[in-house]
């Protein structure tokens, strides 16, 4: 297409071709060759770049603005339409939209600044619920293999890391280190030399029924846990260095019955009689 050389003459020509094509459609094979013509190198905006000011007019001019309602369903069902009719391009826009940010690592005052935008009222979602339907929805696309954490098993250092984590005092059961001191003490030799002394000062004979060649305990006749308290002791050192603890006289050597008696009343009577067999 030429156009007359007079530029009020070409104007003129241009509004006729504009006022003859208005209302008409390019057929596909035409918009297919201007869209090819109008690309790349062809575009009259190829290597050209546009002003700072040019780019802060463009940014600001619809900031504020809103679409109307009308607007934005118009726009909304025009979409669906042309998605329906070309479901291949809904797949290719949605992995264009989430490749789009994929691997990108935003700056830190960039993430401040989108935490502080989406947050609190000012959430999309703030004060709105999902529906039970959603929820429901939801809830059966993350299950299964589809749950990020499918198939996996924490490695060794993940589960050491947890353990870690919950350990004493930051474990909901935590009782304040007793049970470890407990332990430590029970399991100290101190405590393995008091229980022989006592035995020992006993002739290895239950001190309530006589009975002998048995399992034996030594019996704490003032309570191991009082002595503790009473002495408030909170540590494995503590407990070397308290005499109450260790002295002999505080022990009694008991059959594992009368222990039982000793702790929760009258054993039942087949306990009675395999006491007598053992004392036998
Ligand atoms: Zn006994």
Redesign the pocket.
């Known amino acids: 297409m030429t156009l007359p050389k007079d530029p009020i003459k070409a104007a003129a020509h241009k509004e006729r071709i504009r006022q003859a094509r208005t209302g008409t459609k390019a057929s596909e094979a035409t918009k297919r060759k201007m869209s090819a013509s109008q690309s790349g190198e062809g575009n009259h905006n190829f290597g050209k770049s546009i002003s700072d000011e040019q780019k802060i007019k463009i940014s600001t001019t619809k900031t504020g603005t809103h679409q109307t309602e009308e607007t934005k369903m118009r726009r909304s069902l025009s979409l669906k339409k042309f998605y329906e009719s070309h479901p291949e391009e809904r797949d290719k826009k949605g992995e264009q939209l989430s490749g789009f940010n994929r691997g990108r690592n935003l700056p830190d005052e960039h993430r401040k600044k989108l935490s502080v935008s989406h947050s609190g009222e000012r959430n999309y979602l703030f004060g709105k619920h999902h529906s039970p339907e959603t929820i429901e929805k939801i809830r059966i696309a993350n299950s299964g293999e589809n749950c990020y954490h499918y198939g996996q098993s924490p490695s060794d250092e993940t589960r050491r890391r947890m353990s870690e984590a919950l350990k004493g005092d930051k474990c909901y059961n935590w009782k304040g280190g007793i049970t470890a001191v407990n332990h430590a003490i029970r399991t100290c030799l101190q405590y393995r030399e008091w229980i022989m002394a006592v035995f020992k000062r006993d002739d290895f004979t239950?001190q309530?029924?006589g009975?002998t060649k048995v399992y034996l305990h030594a019996h704490h006749i003032r309570l191991f846990s009082d002595i503790m308290q009473e002495n408030n002791i909170t540590s494995l050192e503590e407990a070397l260095l308290c005499d109450a603890l260790w002295d002999v006289s505080n022990g009694r050597s008991?059959?594992e019955?009368?222990h039982k008696r000793e702790h929760f009343g009258v054993a039942d009577e087949g306990e009675e009689q395999m006491?007598a067999e053992a004392g036998g």
Do not use: E, I, Q
Request: glycine share 0%.
């Open positions: 239950c309530d029924c009975a008991l059959c019955l009368c006491v």
